[in-house]
């Protein structure tokens, strides 16, 4: 079992920054991937960015350029840089790790909200 905590929402002006942080109780190199959801009032949650444990990365298109993810696995953490926020990013990000066993597992943390507002 793999418990996700993330931290580093909050409310920032348009154009701003934030770095949000997940870290897992296990050893995130043991993930097949590892992301950020976000999900928008009235809306579904989507998917923004992965992180395999290669080390690939993608982005959905809204966020490219603007939004980066990292992790430091000594750590067991994943990082979401965030810059030029817009309001349009106003959302529950929420942290995620895929595993495949037999089937794929998805393990979810809490959620964090973040806010564009000026």
């Known amino acids: 079992q793999v418990q996700l905590v993330e931290s580093g929402g909050g409310l920032v002006q348009p154009g701003g920054s934030l770095r949000l942080s997940c870290v897992a109780s296990g050893s995130i190199f043991s993930m097949d991937a590892m992301g950020w959801y976000r999900q928008a009032p009235g809306k579904q949650r989507e998917l923004v960015t992965t992180i395999t444990s290669g080390g690939t990365t993608t982005y959905t298109d809204s966020v490219k350029g603007r939004f980066t993810i990292s992790r430091d696995s000594a750590k067991n953490t994943v990082f979401l840089q965030m810059n030029s926020l817009k309001p349009e990013d106003t959302a529950v990000y929420y942290c995620?790790?895929?595993?495949?066993?037999?089937?794929?597992?998805?393990?979810w943390g809490q959620g964090t909200q973040v806010t564009v507002s000026s």
């Open positions: 995620n790790a895929k595993k495949k066993y037999v089937l794929l597992v998805d393990y």
